[in-house]
């Protein structure tokens, strides 16, 4: 699983409002889904992982000679990391969101 993620430039709050919602809008369709896309692409990686472990564990079940069990445990270890990586960023997503909900404005 690879994460990359690019940098996007930030809308700056000192624009029109006019110039800002075209900027808004063109800035939106130039990125390529920003931080939600990141995340799904993300999670797609981890299921596909996840996927990945679980075709080469039934194919060893069946005692196919072409796959390794050493393939297989390598495989089943990348998308347990993949899967406790997910869980922790999701857990600090709501801590997060937690923290901001109970700030006093």
Known sequence: ??????PVSLQSPLR???AAKSAASAGTAGV?????GALKS?????SASQNEANRLQ????????????EETMVAIQ???IGFTATL????????AYTDIMNMQV
């Open 1 to 6: 699983m690879e994460l990359k993620l690019t």
């Open 16 to 18: 029109p409002s006019g």
């Open 32 to 36: 390529d889904g920003g931080f939600s």
């Open 42 to 46: 993300a999670l797609s990686g981890v």
């Open 58 to 69: 039934q194919e060893v079940q069946m005692e196919n000679p072409k796959v390794s069990l």
């Open 78 to 80: 990348k998308a347990q």
């Open 88 to 95: 922790n960023v999701r857990n600090r997503m709501v801590q």
